[in-house]
């Protein structure tokens, strides 16, 4: 019984100590990845004055979802964002696609979630996403002029 009690122990111990040793070596990407979500923020808005969409549906709903897969961050600001986008005479359809990607896709975090979860399924995981967040935005869109609400 003392023995099961200490190969316990032990067990614990080894696996504590490999989760602090992995917690370790993510710490930096988190950090960088932080950073670079901040700084890709901070220079968003005045890309988005300058007049990148109008271009039709498509290509907006493309420019949408890619600028919001790469400035990924808080669903809140997000909606911030999405508002002040809409005020300022963005289409519904890019915003859409930029609020989807903003939090299902995250090319910022990538690295991170390549080390946790594996490069492959990372990278297929984001693709997929995006796919289906222009999907969604122009669905969304085409939705509510049907329904004669936008």
């Known amino acids: 019984m003392a023995r099961n009690k200490m190969q316990a122990e032990n067990q614990l111990n080894v696996s ?37 969409f109008g271009y039709g549906d498509i290509p907006d709903a493309m420019l949408g979802a890619a600028i919001g897969s790469i400035a990924a961050g808080h ?16 289409g519904l359809i890019a915003v859409t696609a930029m609020l989807v990607t903003w939090v299902t896709v995250g ?16 990278v297929y995981r984001n693709i997929i996403s995006f796919c289906t967040a222009v999907i969604i935005a122009l669905l969304t869109v ?6 004669g609400v936008a």
């Not at 002040?84 to 963005?90: I, K, P, R, Y």
């Open 16 to 52: 504590l100590k490999k989760t602090i040793r992995t917690f370790i070596n993510i710490v930096p990407i988190i950090v960088g990845m932080l950073m670079t979500t901040s700084l890709v923020i901070t220079l968003f808005p005045e890309e988005i004055s300058t007049g990148l």
């Open 75 to 90: 669903p809140l600001a997000s909606y911030l964002l999405g508002g002040e986008l809409l005020s300022a005479g963005t």
């Open 107 to 122: 090319i910022v975090q990538l690295p991170a979630e390549a080390l946790m979860l594996g490069t492959r399924f990372a």
């Open 142 to 147: 085409y939705t509510l002029q049907v329904l």
